[in-house]
Nanobody
Framework: QVQLVESGGGLVQAGGSLRLSCAASGRTFSRYTMGWFRQAPGKEREIVAAISWSDTRYYTDSVKGRFTISRDNAKNTVYLQMDSLKPEDTAVYYC?????????????????WGQGTQVTVSS
């Protein structure tokens, strides 16, 4: 069992930055692929970025060049650095963990989810 707790959300102006953190319980964090997802009001949840246990990374097109996913296995934590934020980035951001090794896999393959953290970008 893995428990995930997100933090770092908040209100920021367009063009600003935020860093989200996701702290994981358990001793096998390094063997999980970790993903960040988001869900805006009235929209489906979508993947934002993912990082495999072998450190390969995936980004959805809309965040490439602006967001960076990283992990610190010693701290059981995955991060999402978000720069040049836009109002359309406003959403609840969720952290998730998957036992599968690829950073490119469907949302349904993620086994554990955090409660989410709100990110609001004002124009």
């Amino acid at each position: 069992q893995v428990q995930l707790v997100e933090s770092g959300g908040g209100l920021v102006q367009a063009g600003g930055s935020l860093r989200l953190s996701c702290a994981a319980s358990g001793r096998t964090f390094s063997r999980y692929t970790m993903g960040w997802f988001r869900q805006a009001p009235g929209k489906e949840r979508e993947i934002v970025a993912a990082i495999s246990w072998s450190d390969t990374r995936y980004y959805t097109d809309s965040v490439k060049g602006r967001f960076t996913i990283s992990r610190d296995n010693a701290k059981n934590t995955v991060y999402l650095q978000m720069d040049s934020l836009k109002p359309e980035d406003t959403a609840v951001y969720y952290c998730a963990a998957s036992r599968l090794p690829s950073s490119r896999q469907p949302m349904g393959t993620y086994d554990y989810w955090g409660q989410g953290t709100q990110v609001t970008v004002s124009s």
